[in-house]
Nanobody
Framework: QVQLVESGGGLVQAGDSLRLSCAASGGTFSSYAMGWFRQAPGKEREFVVSIDWSGGVKYHADSMKGRFTISRDNAKNTVYLQMNSLKPEDTAVYYC???????????????WGQGTQVTVSS
């Protein structure tokens, strides 16, 4: 059983930066794909970015590539999401996810964290 715990959310102003962390326990972290999703009020949960077991990165949208960066530290069993130039539309609950197949897909991802709130004021 894999447990994921996110941290680092908060209230910031537009243009600020935040770094989210997701600490994993249980299983073999280095073999998992890890990802970040977000859910804004009244909207469906959407994929943001993932990193597979070998370090390959996928983004939901090109607009996120310049602002959001995912990284992992296998020694610490932790994945990070660095978010820069935050906008009010980035306001959402951000969820960490793990896919034990090693590659992140909606169909195979099998663990979720509890989420951390990010609020960006204008």
């Amino acid at each position: 059983q894999v447990q994921l715990v996110e941290s680092g959310g908060g209230l910031v102003q537009a243009g600020d930066s935040l770094r989210l962390s997701c600490a994993a326990s249980g299983g073999t972290f280095s073999s998992y794909a890890m990802g970040w999703f977000r859910q804004a009020p009244g909207k469906e949960r959407e994929f943001v970015v993932s990193i597979d077991w070998s370090g390959g990165v996928k983004y939901h949208a090109d607009s996120m590539k310049g602002r959001f960066t995912i990284s992992r530290d296998n020694a610490k069993n932790t994945v990070y999401l660095q978010m820069n130039s935050l906008k009010p539309e980035d306001t959402a609950v951000y969820y960490c996810a793990a896919d034990t197949t090693g590659y992140m897909t909606r169909r195979t991802l099998n663990y979720w964290g509890q989420g951390t709130q990010v609020t960006v004021s204008s």
